[in-house]
């Protein structure tokens, strides 16, 4: 089994966001980048699949030179070869179509993504990429086994779970469940050893065109200051409940 | 030319995100001169859609439809907004209108933009306020796709009711085999429990309540609002809750009306979760926890003792006020 998963260079989930550029940029000044949380997870189930099963995994990344970090990482954890397709990850729907490319020259059997990037949140890219390809997709998985070329996924549901069965080639967007965390993997010194060797290809993007652009950023208006309720006198904040804020 | 919305319903009946969703698209097509035509699947009373300003439904019946399959559902809203000449096609953020709308929007050739807090901020050129960095800040995007298709963010437009009566007009879309090779073996879904998806009010607890023996008080807090249950993310990490309840950057995200958090310190990626709710409660001990900063409201104090007493007083309220 050939296995992609697409990895994004993400701001570490304590990083604090600022813009700059007039608010059209985001500010990497002082940010550290790790790999998106949701993209991790599926990481791990594909070098589970690639130890029990001998699959091959292959990590790729639609971004600038600065990705290269975050796809080492990825090597090191366990992953057998990297691809950056250097181009600026502007748009779902133009990252949906680079990754395209990849998957068909690849020949890969199953793609796992995120199911959202902790920047941009879009969560489009693994269902564009589905569609793309014509393969098919299970969005929000918190559990996948494959045997042969047949696969049951665990997606969650409003208020529960459902178990799909698909065949492959199949595009899963992963989240937490898809391991557990005690089970994500530190890069230890041999790990970080063998990635110096392994191969990071480096692909030029194709023409596609973006079908969206980011105009400008905005902050949230600061919060006024909290209003502190005796725990003696509770009977305030149920009437300030209903009366100012008006929820119940 | 129309707007496009997926009305979406379980049991035959329409969500009340496809209301939500009803109103905010009437107000775009007011703005814009044109109409809105709902896609409804195997609805019994469609006429439900009217009072919220839809003034057409397309009528989809097919048994092959009842299990949920995003692949031919996407399938049907294509070709219905193509028939329609829909310029923009709406989804709610609900899990299954999130799984459909990237397929759409990839059949329709349709720049997406997913997250998106109230009405387009212009509609030539068309953009949208959309939440990004996990609720730490908003991106104005533009989308210059001649067809676009929009997910509107969870609670972040209300409904607005409007006089009228819809057309309806059955609709049978062809589809194939290809378009069912996903399978749903089995669901399990929680019942009689409020989902924190479909919550109005979220009642949470954190490291505070000291182990899960002590969740009863949670619970019957939750209960007294007719809230949904949810945790913190070393909560659920150690075992005391279910994963499916952390709520946080990188659990479930939680945009309620009202979001009461016991005993939670208030991490940034907790925050991040919950910060599309409009009003939030803070019950802490520590008068320092970074929670109290983005708190609407606060109370200092145990909660063991005071959530006992809370949940008298909103069952006592709801009893004067039902």
């Not at chain 1, 400008?216 to 200051?225: L, R």
């Not at chain 2, 730490?136 to 607005?160: C, P, Q, R, W, Y």
Request: net charge neutral; with cysteine.
């Amino acid at each position: 089994m050939k296995i992609l998963v697409c990895i994004s260079h993400v701001p570490d989930t304590t990083a604090k966001i600022n813009f700059t550029n007039g608010d059209s940029e985001f500010d990497t000044n002082g940010v550290q980048f790790v790999i998106n949380p949701n993209d991790e997870f599926g990481l791990t189930r594909a070098i589970w699949f690639k130890e029990q099963a001998g699959a091959t995994v292959t990590v790729v990344n639609v971004g600038g030179t600065d990705a290269e970090a975050t796809l080492r990482k990825a090597l090191a954890i366990g992953a057998d070869e990297a691809i950056r397709v250097n181009a600026a990850p502007t748009d779902g729907f133009f990252v949906a179509k680079q990754l395209a490319e990849v998957v068909k020259n690849g020949g890969y059997d199953l793609v796992i993504a995120g199911k959202e990037s902790l920047d941009y949140n879009g969560g489009m890219v693994p269902g564009m990429l589905a569609a793309l390809l014509g393969f098919d997709f299970v969005n929000g998985t918190i559990k996948l086994d494959v045997n042969g070329s047949s696969a049951t996924a665990v997606r969650e549901i409003d208020g529960g779970k459902e178990t799909l069965s698909a065949t492959l080639p199949l595009v899963i967007a992963g989240q937490k469940g898809l391991v557990e965390e005690k089970d994500l993997r530190i890069p230890n010194m041999r790990g970080i050893m063998a990635a110096r060797t392994k191969a990071l290809t480096i692909l030029e993007p194709t023409g596609a065109t973006a079908a969206t652009k980011s105009v400008k950023f905005e902050k949230p208006a600061p919060k006024s200051a909290v209003k502190l309720i005796s725990p003696d006198n509770l009977d305030e904040l149920v009437n300030l409940l209903h009366n100012e804020a008006k929820v119940i | 030319m129309s707007i496009l919305i997926y009305a979406e319903s379980a049991e035959g009946k329409f969500k009340k995100t496809a209301f939500e969703l009803a109103s905010y698209a009437k107000k775009i097509a007011a703005q814009t001169g044109t109409t809105v035509t709902a896609l409804s699947i195997n609805v019994t009373d469609n006429q439900a859609l009217a009072a919220y300003g839809v003034d057409k439904v397309l009528k989809v019946t097919n048994d092959k439809l009842k299990a949920f399959n995003a692949k031919a559902i996407a399938d049907v809203i294509k070709q219905a907004a193509q028939k329609e000449s829909a310029k923009i096609v709406l989804f709610s953020s609900n899990t299954d209108s999130l799984y459909i709308a990237p397929l759409v929007a990839v059949a329709l050739e349709a720049g997406y933009a997913s997250n998106v807090v109230g009405l387009p901020e212009s509609t030539s050129p068309f953009q949208v306020k959309r939440h990004a960095f996990s609720n730490k800040a908003f991106t104005i995007t533009e989308i210059t796709t001649d067809v676009k298709v929009l997910a509107i963010g969870k609670n972040s437009f209300g409904l607005v009711e409007a006089a009228g009566s819809a057309t309806e007009e059955a609709f049978s879309p062809s589809l194939n085999d290809n378009d069912f090779t996903v399978k749903v073996e089995s669901s399990e879904k929680v019942s009689g429990k409020v989902t924190i998806a479909d919550a109005e009010v979220v009642v949470s607890g954190g490291r505070g309540l000291k182990g899960p023996e002590n969740w009863g008080l949670i619970e019957d807090l939750a209960a007294a609002f007719g809230a949904a249950t949810a945790c913190s993310k070393p909560v659920s990490d150690l075992g005391w809750r279910p994963h499916s309840e952390h709520v946080g950057q990188t659990g479930k995200p939680v945009a309620a009306n009202l979001y009461v958090a016991v005993g939670i310190s208030g991490a940034i990626q907790h925050i991040a979760g919950i910060n599309s709710s409009k009003v939030k409660v803070v019950i802490n001990a520590d008068p320092e926890a970074p929670f109290f900063k983005v708190a609407d409201y606060g109370v200092v104090g145990d909660a063991f003792d005071i959530l006992p007493k809370l949940t008298e007083k909103i069952k006592a309220f709801k009893a004067q006020n039902s």
